[in-house]
Every structure is written in C-alpha cells, then in structure tokens.
Nanobody, 126 residues
Framework: QVQLVESGGGLVQAGGSLRLSCAAS????????MGWFRQAPGKEREFVAG????????SYAEFVKGRFTIFRDNAKNTVYLQMNSLKPEDTAVYYC???????????????????WGQGTQVTVSL
C-alpha cells in the first residue's frame, strides 16, 4: 500500500504558474505508475497527466499539452506537476493517484488507479 500527500496548490492569476508535488510513502515508489487528475465543482474527475513506472512514459490530456509537465523523482518518492500558462478553467481540486499494475502507458481513467491523495485546491483568477 502507498500513501499520497499533495501540496503546492493555491490561488494564482491567469497566465501564472504553480508546481504541485505528491509525496508517496509505503511501498517502493518506482513500482507505481503515477497520475494527476482534477475535479471541478459539479464535474467528473478527469485525467490531467500520467507517468509510468517503466521507462517513465508520459501522457497528457489534450487541454494541458504544452502548458503542464509531469515528472517524477524516484529518489525523493515524489511526482510533480508543473503548471504554466494557467487559465481560469484550470480551477479544480487536483489529485495525485498511484497505480499498482505495471503498464506500458499511463491509464487515463480514475478506476485504473488504486490509491489517491486528499487533493489540493488550485484556483486561477482572471
């Protein structure tokens, strides 16, 4: 089992940047595919970005390509989401997730992930 704790959320103006962190504890972090999801009020949880355990293959949702970057530091048991050029529509609670099953590409559906953090709020103002 793994425990996940997100940090780095906050209030930022449109066009600004934030870096989210997700610290993992428990089993070997490098064994897990990691993902970032987000959920805005009244909307379903949606995939943002993912990075595999093997070869660190990466996937992004179309709406963040070119603006967000996911990367992991296995020595620090941490996965990051660098968010640039933020827009008001990026406002949501952002969740970190871990998937036990080894995979070639990151999953994009919430049900594919086994463990979740508590979330961190990101608010982008005009």
């Amino acid at each position: 089992q793994v425990q996940l704790v997100e940090s780095g959320g906050g209030l930022v103006q449109a066009g600004g940047s934030l870096r989210l962190s997700c610290a993992a504890s428990g089993r070997t972090f490098s064994d897990y595919t990691m993902g970032w999801f987000r959920q805005a009020p009244g909307k379903e949880r949606e995939f943002v970005a993912g990075i595999t355990d093997i070869f660190s293959r990466i996937s992004y949702a179309e709406f963040v390509k070119g603006r967000f970057t996911i990367f992991r530091d296995n020595a620090k048991n941490t996965v990051y989401l660098q968010m640039n050029s933020l827009k008001p529509e990026d406002t949501a609670v952002y969740y970190c997730a871990a998937r036990e099953t080894r995979t070639i590409v990151p999953g994009t559906q919430p049900y594919e992930y086994d463990y979740w953090g508590q979330g961190t709020q990101v608010t982008v103002s005009l």
